[in-house]
């Protein structure tokens, strides 16, 4: 099956520091990436699609001057979380589709802890 | 948007039962799955089943596209079993949208 992987999977940061998580897609073209983030015993919440050499579209409610993505190659999507503050604090998860609306795979996510 | 709502919220159940857990949608769909979240918050793939019915293994999942309901069948169920289930759909575009998923706890 399709793999999809992230890194780091866990970071720990200082309150008004940048963090940048890398989504990759290892053995196909991800045209179409998608971030999301889950808060503790919920489900996920799609935050942005993120398409190859363009802009990303973020979802109601999520700040996309926070929130940075660039999806500069068909193979990396990153989402950078900048000056970073504890409520920032969650697990984030990227996923890709092989051949646009299909399938989703997931990348194994990466946990976010601003002290 | 698209709606999805998953029951039970909570499941447990002793080794060896049987359950069925269940996936409604609001619109047509284009695609629809089933994850298990494991307890390190991977997401594994389990069905990717749009319509029809699919098995793997003690798995199976059903979807009545017509009805707007998925369901997925747990038979024999293990310890290993254990986490979180998503249903998850999109309606032709590209945002895929999770329900809220349901606990299974079994015990041994």
């Known amino acids: 099956g399709a793999v999809v992987s992230q890194h780091p999977s866990r970071v720990i940061c200082k309150s008004g520091t940048s963090v940048k998580i890398e989504c990759r897609s290892l053995?196909?073209?991800?045209?179409?990436m998608f971030w999301y983030r889950q808060f503790p015993k919920k489900s996920l919440m799609l935050m942005a699609t993120?398409?190859?050499?363009?802009?990303?579209?973020?979802e109601q409610g999520v700040e996309k001057d926070k929130f940075l993505i660039n999806h500069a190659s068909l193979t990396l999507s990153t989402l950078t979380v900048t000056s970073a503050h504890p409520e920032d604090s969650s697990f984030y998860i990227c996923s890709a589709t092989v051949g646009g609306a299909g399938e989703l795979f997931f990348g194994e996510g990466s946990r976010l802890t601003v002290l | 948007g698209i709606q999805v709502e998953q029951s039970p919220p909570d499941l447990i159940l002793q080794e060896g039962a049987n359950s069925t857990l269940r996936c409604n949608f609001s619109d047509s769909v284009n695609n629809l799955q089933w994850f298990h979240q494991n307890p390190w918050g991977q997401l594994i793939n389990l069905f990717y089943?749009?319509?029809g019915t699919k098995q793997n293994g003690r798995l199976s999942a059903t979807t009545v596209a017509t009805e707007r309901y998925s369901l997925l069948y747990i038979s024999s169920s293990q310890t290993t079993d254990s986490g979180v289930y998503f249903c998850a759909s999109n309606t032709g575009g590209f945002k895929t949208i999770f329900g809220a998923g349901t606990r299974l706890f079994v015990k041994a």
């Open positions: 053995d196909f073209q991800a045209t179409t």
């Open positions: 993120s398409n190859e050499g363009s802009k990303a579209t973020y």
């Open positions: 089943i749009p319509s």
